[in-house]
Structures are given as C-alpha cells and as structure tokens.
C-alpha cells in the first residue's frame, strides 16, 4: 500500500469516526469480526525491494538545484556558520573578562 492510499484509508476511518452513533459502531463491530482473515505478509526481499523502488521514483520528482543555487547556498551557510561562531566567541570572552573582573573586585 502506498503513501497515497493510505492517506485515503485514514482519511475514510477519521471521517467515519466523526459520523459514528451506537448503531454504526456495534455493526461496524460485527463486520470487522466477519471480514476474512488478513492477506499474507510480503517476504522481506520483496518488501525492500518496493520500498526502494518508491523511494526511486519519489527521487525523480524532486526538483534538484542547479550548480549555481548550491554554490550560493553552501556561500550563505559557510558564512553564516562563521558570523555566527565569532559572536559566540565574543560574548565568551566578554564574559570571562567580566567574571574575572567581578572576582578581582571582591
């Protein structure tokens, strides 16, 4: 079962959950205890093999950026990891210096 159809399964189950009355509940009971059994579970082989699959052809519809978007992407984030690290080491030393000067003054 896919993403999609099990999106559609829980959205079927929330919405008869909201119309539910005694009745509909006791004969909802009774076909759930009627239904046949559950079908066979798939082997893992098969199971990673779909999965993979699904994975693949997700991948395909993603929109990649281009070698220029990367570029400045990986530009912002460099740039902002270095601004963001100096402030750190700043206010670090800013405190070290204040501690160390409200010791000496004690």
Do not use: C
């Not at 098969?46 to 699904?54: A, I, N, S």
């Not at 991948?59 to 690290?85: D, G, H, S, Y």
Request: hydrophobic residues 45%; positive net charge.
């Amino acid at each position: 079962m896919n993403r999609e159809m099990r999106r559609m399964q829980e959205r079927e189950e929330r919405l008869q959950k909201k119309g539910d009355t005694g009745r509909d509940k006791a004969s909802r009971r009774a076909a759930a205890m009627t239904k046949a059994p559950a079908a066979e579970r798939k082997s893992l082989w098969v199971r990673l093999r779909e999965y993979l699959h699904e994975v693949r052809q997700e991948l395909r519809k993603v929109t990649w950026p281009t070698q220029e978007q990367m570029i400045a992407f990986t530009a912002v984030t460099v740039i902002t990891a270095v601004v963001l690290t100096a402030v750190v080491f700043g206010l670090d030393v800013v405190m070290k210096e204040f501690v160390f000067w409200l010791v000496d003054r004690s």
